[in-house]
């Protein structure tokens, strides 16, 4: 096979060189069989995909170059500032800012504020999203799953400002005896316990961490029912022929098939949370004192800290200040997302 | 344990399409039945109305009748779940859960309803694989996901899943058309096998595996496209293939044996 090949391949060495390769006997695999054919044969056919793959490669290095290249600039701003810093930047709870040639800031409070509501919106939200998308992909007639599916993708839509004015002036008024509540019987519990205002204010954690977790929902419910959808029907079909009941498939099937893109997809709302800005500038207070480490803590998270700073950006020294702060911000969403690819390809390895 | 089956008058539809038309026909308790007949003729419809898998397809209806040892299936107040616990289904395509070991494969209808004595499960698995003729080649792995093993393997998993449970009847869709001549052969001396237990039908587009596996043989037809299929003519399969009284099915026959 392959010597008939060769000779009829060998035969026509006049002719357009790319017509042989795409005969029928004559598969693109046995080309370097065949050293008669111009070397250039190849470049000839291939111009189409050289192009495309130089392009494919070309934008993909460009995304990362600009996101070395943001993460170069933030690194280069926040050194000066880091080095004027009095207090440690790790460890200290201070934000002193005001003046140059006293910078005393660190990120303690800041990242305890931001990854507690943004930790406390992902436990509301997750089963939330998974509940609607199993309900929207497994029981719901399609008549009505499209519509309510719909609905779920337009709270992406609304603006964060309006989340922070709602969130500020009616969700806060509406869950203060909620916070109470919970403050008085579980108080005992250190994360229920007096924050540093008062659990009746409403402008804490507690009410920012809800309304993050309304902003986050459209994205996990999407991924997840994008995942939930996806289940193979062929093994819908085993679980339903053994006997299985809905909520059985869903155990058996559909939930193990898809866990890995819908922690995926909540680990994008944990990244959408963690840099959520103007919303929780509105619901938060401001506040002197250090946090309890209480849901019931007010205060600021990077993001908010950062766009509340913006008078002051007239300093490098002080701005330096606040891009370190943007920096660690920066690293950490990174780390959120490559946590999330770690947990779908270590999960998805199961499947084989 | 094996039970017969009584089909009357059965009538299928996907939406405002008449898939299958008038078909009754008796399955005998320990025996084969083939089903057998051109693409799109309705045969797996008819298999998937026999465990009510069909009405799993959104907009589709049954009339008539299946009766398994007597109980209309389609009574009012039966519930589906558990018509499907009783009457098993083997697939065209080997659907084993992916991500669960090959033991918990074998136990997933036992675990559905209830068992959970470990000994008892072990036992079953065992019981299953051997029946499955699986046992000797899984033994060592049986923590193993079930998706790591081969397509004819992957199917005999299937089967023993489906037998695991005890059927009163296994239903099975083309189950060899996606294997090697070794692991079909496997599959059908299984299936002489699983014939002193079961009640078989079998779905199959090979006419040498109906001859050989099946006692009583179904010949489907349709007369065109969005027409309803209809049965022909079913009998004891050397008739059939011998000598049927059906001019269509001597077409049919003869056709593919050339
Ligand atoms: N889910 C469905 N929705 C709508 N129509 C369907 C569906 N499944 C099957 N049909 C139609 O019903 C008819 C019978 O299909 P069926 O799958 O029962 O044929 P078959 O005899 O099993 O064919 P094959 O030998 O190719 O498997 C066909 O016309 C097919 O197009
Ligand atoms: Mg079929």
Same mark, same amino acid.
């Given at each position: 096979?392959?010597?008939?090949?060769?000779?009829?391949?060998? !035969?026509?060495?006049?002719?357009?060189?790319?017509?042989?390769?795409?005969?029928?006997?004559?598969?693109?695999?046995?080309?370097?069989?065949?050293?008669?054919?111009?070397?250039?044969?190849?470049?000839?056919?291939?111009?189409?995909?050289?192009?495309?793959?130089?392009?494919?490669?070309?934008?993909?290095?460009?995304?990362?170059?600009?996101?070395?290249?943001?993460?170069?600039?933030?690194?280069?701003?926040?050194?000066?500032?880091?080095?004027?810093?009095?207090?440690?930047?790790?460890?200290?709870?201070?934000?002193?800012?005001?003046?140059?040639?006293?910078?005393?800031?660190?990120?303690?409070? /800041?990242?305890?504020?931001?990854? !507690?509501?943004?930790?406390? !919106?992902?436990?509301?939200?997750?089963?939330?999203?998974?509940?609607?998308?199993?309900?929207?992909?497994?029981?719901?007639?399609?008549?009505?799953?499209?519509?309510?599916?719909?609905?779920?993708?337009? /709270?992406?839509?609304?603006?964060?400002?309006?989340?922070?004015?709602?969130?500020?002036?009616?969700?806060?008024?509406?869950?203060?005896?909620?916070?109470?509540?919970?403050?008085?019987?579980?108080?005992?519990?250190?994360? %229920?316990?007096?924050?540093?205002?008062?659990?009746?204010?409403?402008?804490?954690?507690?009410?920012?961490?809800?309304?993050?977790?309304?902003?986050?929902?459209?994205?996990?419910?999407?991924?997840?029912? $994008?995942?939930?959808?996806?289940?193979?029907?062929?093994?819908? $079909?085993?679980?339903?022929?053994?006997?299985?009941?809905?909520?059985?498939?869903?155990?058996?099937?559909?939930?193990?098939?898809?866990?890995?893109?819908?922690?995926?997809?909540?680990?994008?709302?944990?990244?959408?949370?963690?840099?959520?800005?103007?919303?929780?500038?509105?619901?938060?207070?401001?506040?002197?004192?250090?946090?309890?480490? &209480?849901?019931?803590?007010?205060?600021?998270?990077?993001?908010?800290?950062?766009?509340?700073?913006?008078?002051?950006?007239?300093?490098?020294?002080?701005?330096?200040?606040?891009?370190?702060?943007?920096?660690?911000? %920066?690293?950490?969403?990174?780390?959120?997302?490559?946590?999330?690819?770690?947990? $779908?390809?270590? &999960?998805?390895?199961?499947?084989? | 344990?094996?039970?017969?089956?009584?089909?009357?008058?059965?009538?299928?539809?996907?939406?405002?399409?008449?898939?299958?038309?008038?078909?009754?026909?008796?399955?005998?308790?320990?025996?084969?039945?083939?089903?057998?007949?051109?693409?799109?003729?309705?045969?797996?419809?008819?298999?998937?109305?026999?465990?009510?898998?069909?009405?799993?397809?959104?907009?589709?209806?049954?009339?008539?009748?299946?009766?398994?040892?007597?109980?209309?299936?389609?009574?009012?107040?039966?519930?589906?779940?558990?018509?499907?616990?009783?009457?098993?289904?083997?697939?065209?395509?080997?659907?084993?859960?992916?991500?669960?070991?090959?033991?918990?494969?074998?136990?997933?209808?036992?675990?559905?309803?209830?068992?959970?004595?470990?000994?008892?499960?072990?036992?079953?698995?065992?019981?299953?694989?051997?029946?499955?003729?699986?046992?000797?080649?899984?033994?060592?792995?049986?923590?193993?996901?079930?998706?790591?093993?081969?397509?004819?393997?992957?199917?005999?998993?299937?089967?023993?899943?489906?037998?695991?449970?005890?059927?009163?009847?296994?239903?099975?869709?083309?189950?060899?058309?996606?294997?090697?001549?070794?692991?079909?052969?496997?599959?059908?001396?299984?299936?002489?096998?699983?014939?002193?237990?079961?009640?078989?039908?079998?779905?199959?587009?090979?006419?040498?595996?109906?001859?050989?596996?099946?006692?009583?043989?179904?010949?489907?037809?349709?007369?065109?496209?969005?027409?309803?299929?209809?049965?022909?003519?079913?009998?004891?399969?050397?008739?059939?293939?011998?000598?049927?009284?059906?001019?269509?099915?001597?077409?049919?026959?003869?056709?593919?044996?050339?």
């Amino acid at each position: 096979m392959t010597e008939s090949t060769n000779s009829q391949r060998a !035969a026509p060495p006049g002719e357009n060189g790319a017509a042989p390769v795409n005969t029928p006997e004559g598969p693109v695999l046995e080309a370097p069989l065949t050293p008669p054919n111009p070397p250039n044969e190849k470049k000839v056919v291939r111009v189409g995909d050289r192009i495309f793959r130089t392009m494919a490669t070309a934008s993909g290095a460009f995304v990362v170059a600009l996101i070395a290249a943001i993460g170069l600039f933030l690194l280069i701003r926040a050194i000066p500032a880091l080095h004027a810093n009095e207090a440690n930047f790790l460890l200290s709870g201070r934000w002193e800012t005001g003046d140059p040639e006293h910078l005393a800031f660190g990120i303690v409070d /800041l990242a305890w504020i931001t990854v !507690a509501s943004s930790v406390f !919106a992902l436990v509301l939200a997750m089963p939330v999203a998974a509940g609607i998308a199993l309900f929207l992909t497994q029981y719901a007639p399609r008549v009505l799953a499209r519509p309510f599916a719909y609905v779920v993708d337009l /709270l992406a839509a609304v603006p964060s400002v309006i989340y922070g004015l709602w969130g500020a002036l009616v969700l806060a008024p509406v869950l203060k005896p909620v916070a109470v509540w919970l403050n008085t019987n579980l108080g005992w519990i250190p994360i %229920f316990g007096d924050g540093n205002v008062p659990a009746d204010s409403g402008s804490n954690v507690f009410t920012a961490g809800i309304v993050l977790a309304v902003m986050i929902l459209p994205i996990i419910t999407g991924v997840a029912r $994008e995942v939930f959808a996806r289940t193979p029907s062929a093994q819908i $079909e085993g679980a339903l022929a053994l006997g299985a009941t809905k909520w059985e498939v869903v155990r058996t099937t559909v939930w193990p098939f898809g866990r890995s893109g819908f922690v995926g997809g909540s680990m994008l709302g944990l990244g959408r949370a963690l840099g959520e800005t103007v919303a929780l500038t509105v619901i938060l207070s401001y506040t002197y004192e250090g946090p309890h480490y &209480s849901i019931f803590d007010a205060g600021a998270t990077f993001a908010s800290r950062i766009a509340l700073g913006s008078a002051e950006f007239n300093d490098n020294l002080t701005v330096g200040a606040y891009i370190a702060a943007g920096l660690v911000l %920066f690293v950490s969403t990174f780390a959120v997302n490559a946590l999330a690819r770690w947990i $779908e390809s270590s &999960s998805g390895r199961g499947k084989e | 344990m094996a039970k017969r089956l009584d089909i009357e008058n059965l009538n299928l539809y996907y939406n405002k399409f008449h898939a299958v038309q008038d078909v009754s026909l008796q399955v005998h308790a320990r025996s084969v039945t083939a089903f057998i007949g051109p693409s799109g003729c309705g045969k797996s419809t008819v298999l998937r109305s026999l465990n009510r898998m069909h009405e799993v397809v959104p907009g589709s209806r049954v009339e008539g009748r299946v009766l398994l040892d007597g109980e209309n299936i389609y009574a009012p107040g039966v519930d589906p779940v558990q018509v499907r616990r009783t009457i098993g289904m083997v697939f065209q395509k080997a659907n084993p859960f992916p991500t669960m070991s090959i033991r918990d494969n074998v136990v997933a209808g036992l675990k559905l309803a209830g068992e959970k004595n470990k000994r008892k499960l072990d036992e079953i698995t065992e019981r299953s694989l051997r029946g499955a003729n699986l046992w000797e080649e899984v033994k060592d792995r049986l923590n193993k996901p079930g998706g790591g093993l081969s397509g004819g393997q992957q199917q005999r998993l299937c089967i023993a899943r489906a037998i695991a449970v005890q059927p009163d009847v296994l239903l099975m869709d083309e189950p060899c058309s996606a294997l090697d001549p070794i692991s079909t052969l496997a599959i059908e001396d299984l299936i002489a096998e699983l014939k002193k237990d079961y009640t078989i039908v079998i779905v199959t587009h090979n006419m040498q595996q109906a001859a050989r596996v099946s006692d009583q043989t179904a010949f489907f037809n349709v007369a065109g496209v969005g027409q309803p299929g209809k049965l022909v003519e079913i009998g004891e399969t050397g008739k059939i293939f011998s000598n049927p009284s059906q001019k269509a099915t001597e077409d049919y026959i003869s056709g593919r044996f050339g």
